[in-house]
T-cell receptor, first 118, second 110 residues
């Protein structure tokens, strides 16, 4: 149980275009989903926290107008990288905490999305 | 948020037991300790979580002393496929925020 999926797994786009990444909790409902970014050989960095039906909370230094987050349901959150530039190329990972059950304190991570902006 | 400190890297051989210790001196009363494993180009995978004393599951054990200022992940009889980065995280119920440290890069050799 506690499976999180992401789509697409990898995407290549031209500079200036927008890219949407989906994060789904497949077998549980999640009130809270998290978005991370990871550069090569580095640790995960939290970008934002999204709660179903409300605006996301962004970490300091993360541009909310550039990284649009929508958490429309208890099983789906999306991250849209707007006007992507080469420096946005990274590995984006989402995670979700189960709404109920004994694993409420645990975050479960998706497989990640590799974004390459040319 | 409790800051964690782990060794940057560890080396082991197949079949050995590996113990990775994490320091979290300013852990709060409500904080849980969770360990994740990450392979290259994959999302972190949950290994084990605990609050105090000892927790064991099918893949690992987690030892937490009474003062909870540190914890040790124990991997019995590692194999080559256990080569990965291991992260220790500390957070309260609901895990409103998880701060990833540098992690420990474990290399298992034949």
């Amino acid at each position: 149980g506690a499976v999180v999926s992401q789509h697409p797994s990898r995407v290549i786009c031209k500079s200036g275009t927008s890219v949407k990444i989906e994060c789904r909790s497949l077998d549980f409902q999640a009130t809270t989903m998290f978005w991370y970014r990871q550069f090569p050989k580095q640790s995960l960095m939290l970008m934002a926290t999204s709660n179903e039906g409300s605006k996301a909370t962004y970490e300091q230094g993360v541009e909310k107008d550039k990284f649009l987050i929508n958490h429309a349901s208890l099983t789906l959150s999306t991250l849209t990288v707007t006007s992507a530039h080469p420096e946005d190329s990274s590995f984006y990972i989402c995670s979700a905490s189960p709404l109920r059950g004994r694993s409420q304190e645990t975050q479960y991570f998706g497989p990640g999305t590799r974004l390459l902006v040319l | 948020l409790a800051k964690t400190t782990q060794p940057i890297s560890m080396d082991s051989y197949e079949g050995q037991e590996v113990n990775i210790t994490c320091s979290h001196n300013n852990i709060a009363t409500n904080d849980y300790i969770t360990w994740y494993q990450q392979f290259p180009s994959q999302g972190p995978r949950f290994i084990i979580q605990g609050y105090k004393t000892k927790v064991t599951n099918e893949v690992a054990s987690l030892f937490i002393p009474a003062d909870r200022k540190s914890s040790t992940l124990s991997l019995p009889r590692v194999s080559l496929s256990d080569t990965a980065v291991y992260y220790c995280l500390v957070g309260d119920r609901g895990f409103q925020k998880l701060v990833f440290g540098t992690g420990t890069r474990l290399l298992v050799s034949p």
